[in-house]
Structures are given as structure tokens and as C-alpha cells.
T-cell receptor, first 114, second 114 residues
């Protein structure tokens, strides 16, 4: 079965540093991969989408990479700020399976200290 | 433009009671989804509706039913609530049903079944 792994341990970094979060997956080759941000008590909010033929995607201080050989995506936040503290979810497109559309990882909690 | 709205925000049920969670979106999206989120687990798809008039089971449909009332509204019904259904429920919508479309989430309904 398909599986997504995100680091369940929280990531603690100092303000101004680059945060790097990892999303690994097995048994599937998604055409798209998405990253979402979720704040406590709220619904997830879309951040970035990357296609399988794109190695890297950037949006302001955010950068996502997609390595289909390693079956891994990395999510970077440069010049991190305390306001970046949240849980970050990765999500894989499953539409090629003909069944469920998207599956989500459990997320990694990021804490940015001032 | 309210995006995706959900009611109620909180609910406590006794085992065996029934209830309906309401969801509406004002973005003219074709696809709508119901997820549940439990601690340490990713969002799990309960049911989805690729377009008005269609519904399909997701990963964890047992104990739930859905109705796509019109293009705007997608409701989730628990016929006989069980403690295992204690969770946070999110409704989401997207322009299309493929994984290339970002999903917009509602604020969630926190349900406790005693």
C-alpha cells in the first residue's frame, strides 16, 4: 500500500536559519506533490505544488524539491521567522490509481525560536 | 467570499446518536471532500464528490454517509455515532478532482463521541 513518511519529531530552529522538512513516500509514483501549512485548531492551507517533471519550485521564502528517484520531497523555508511555526503536511496525488485523489502525510511540527 | 464553511464547530454526541455535518463552498468548485484527522495520523479521506451528482468512497467510509446536495453543499452524516468516530472533521473543495488542483479547507468540526 502507499505510504507517506514525514518526520514525526518536531523541528526546532533559530530565527533566521533555514528550515528543511522531509517527505518520503513508497510504492507509488505521483504526478504531483503538494505542501500545506496547518496552524493549531485550523484547516490546512495550500502552499506549493510541484510536478514530477519539475526538480524544484520556489515561492518567496519557500522552496520545494521533488526527487522521483529517491521518492522524496524536501521543503525549505529560508530566513525563518517565528510566524512560520506551524505543522507542514505533504500530500501526494493518487489519481493515477483510479481511486482516492490525494493522500496526506501526518505532518511535521516546526518551531522557530526568536 | 467566505471560502469553505462548516457547521457546527464543536459537537458532543452519545454513542448511538446521529448527526449531520454541513459544508458549503462559494468558489464554484466542482470537487468536494470530507476528511478526518486524528493525532499522529494524516488526513484520511472519508468520501469525496468529484462533481455535482456523484459521490465516491475514500479510505475510511464505514459508519458515514454523504450527500452532495448541489454544487455548493456537501454534507456528512453519522447514522449511529461510535467512540471511534471522535475526531476532527474537515471539509475541502477544489476546482477539479485531480491532484494538480489545490484544496481549500474549512475550519473543521471537533466531534467527541462518549
Amino acid at each position: 500500500s502507499q505510504k507517506i513518511e514525514q518526520n514525526s519529531e518536531a523541528l526546532n530552529i533559530q530565527e533566521g536559519k533555514t528550515a528543511t522538512l522531509t517527505c518520503n513516500y513508497t510504492n507509488y509514483s505521483p504526478a504531483y506533490l503538494q505542501w500545506y501549512r496547518q496552524d493549531p485548531g485550523r484547516g490546512p492551507v495550500f502552499l506549493l505544488l510541484i510536478r514530477e517533471n519539475e526538480k524544484e519550485k520556489r515561492k518567496e521564502r519557500l522552496k520545494v524539491t521533488f526527487d522521483t528517484t529517491l521518492k522524496q520531497s524536501l521543503f525549505h523555508i529560508t530566513a525563518s521567522q517565528p510566524a512560520d511555526s506551524a505543522t507542514y503536511l505533504c500530500a501526494l496525488d493518487m489519481s493515477n490509481t483510479g481511486g482516492f485523489k490525494t493522500i496526506f502525510g501526518a505532518g511535521t511540527r516546526l518551531f522557530v525560536k526568536a | 467570499n467566505a471560502g469553505v464553511t462548516q457547521t457546527p464547530k464543536f459537537q458532543v454526541l452519545k454513542t448511538g446518536q446521529s448527526m449531520t455535518l454541513q459544508c458549503a463552498q462559494d468558489m464554484n468548485h466542482n470537487s468536494m471532500y470530507w476528511y478526518r484527522q486524528d493525532p499522529g495520523m494524516g488526513l484520511r479521506l472519508i468520501y469525496y464528490s468529484a462533481s455535482e451528482g456523484t459521490t465516491d468512497k475514500g479510505e475510511v467510509p464505514n459508519g458515514y454517509n454523504v450527500s452532495r446536495l448541489n454544487k455548493r453543499e456537501f454534507s456528512l452524516r453519522l447514522e449511529s455515532a461510535a467512540p471511534s468516530q471522535t475526531s476532527v472533521y474537515f471539509c475541502a473543495s477544489s476546482e477539479g478532482g485531480q491532484g494538480s488542483y489545490e484544496q481549500y479547507f474549512g475550519p473543521g468540526t471537533r466531534l467527541t463521541v462518549t
